[in-house]
């Protein structure tokens, strides 16, 4: 599918505008950040498995095993875990086992809903410095966008529901591919140290990138197979304002007109 993002090429996560930001960082650390981190393994039916610093995961099969939000080559799934001992129960999914210490190679036991067998195998365990505030997962309170072309335009929105987002762009005369699902509300955005950008929609879908910080810059690269359509590899600025995180991208629409969006986010509890 080709959604809102392809449509407006992308190049980057939102410009802040308006008055300065502040760096006040007033954040506690995440209750999960010391089982925060990234499984890949080496082979079985498990693909990829991230533990957020905020409780919440992300875990990929092969297309076709999932009811709902699928693809032809991975499908994803999202919600929260718990921890009990080296066992990480992940909510409408399945418990992993294994010695959550450090990143390298771990002998990584699982088993998934709706599977009858236990599989063990070799993974690799990524975790990364947790020394930013921006490693953690965020709810979107609000979105502004704004244009110019000759004059400037623009809006706000509640959230952020990307055919909203679409629907203003076609008002104000520009071609929005007309696909992208009606109410494609972001649930979440988590950015974690062991370098992923996770997008998690209202209904279930998911949107994988890899990304790294550099200052107060936000460097990432969508992963285009499990997203479904091309973002462009950007940098986003991101600061801390009032106990919130301001995360902005520059664009272009129509490849001429430059467009702003701005995410207020606040963390996820």
Request: aromatic share 12%.
């Amino acid at each position: 599918m080709k959604r809102l993002f392809l449509a407006v090429s992308f190049a980057a996560l939102l410009v802040s505008c308006g008055k300065p930001i502040s760096t006040d960082n007033t954040f506690e650390n995440p209750r999960f950040v010391q089982y925060a981190g990234q499984l890949i393994p080496e082979s079985g039916t498990l693909q990829y498995a991230e533990l957020t610093e905020s409780g919440m995961y992300v875990a990929t099969l092969p297309g076709g095993t999932k009811a709902g939000p699928v693809s032809d080559i991975v499908d994803y799934f999202s919600g929260t875990y718990g921890v009990a001992g080296d066992e990480y129960h992940l909510a409408n999914f399945g418990i992993l086992k294994f010695a959550n210490t450090s990143s390298g190679e771990v002998d990584l036991t699982y088993s998934v809903m709706g599977m009858t067998s236990t599989t063990t195998v070799k993974a690799t365990l990524k975790k990364g410095a947790q020394n930013n505030d921006l490693f953690r997962s965020w709810t979107v309170d609000k979105t502004r966008v704004t244009f110019t072309s000759g004059m400037t335009g623009g809006a706000e929105f509640s959230g952020c529901n990307f055919r909203e987002i679409a629907d203003f762009f076609i008002k104000n005369g520009y071609t929005v591919e007309d696909d992208i699902p009606a109410g494609h509300k972001l649930s979440s955005v988590s950015i974690t140290a062991a370098g992923s950008l996770l997008f998690v929609y209202s209904d279930g879908s998911v949107d994988l990138g890899t990304c790294t910080v550099s200052g107060s810059n936000l460097n990432y690269r969508w992963n285009e197979e499990g997203m479904g359509f091309s973002f462009e590899t950007g940098s986003a600025s991101y600061a801390f304002e009032n106990g919130k995180c301001i995360l902005a991208l520059a664009c272009k629409l129509d490849g001429t007109t430059s467009v702003s969006i701005k995410m207020v986010l606040s963390e996820m509890k």
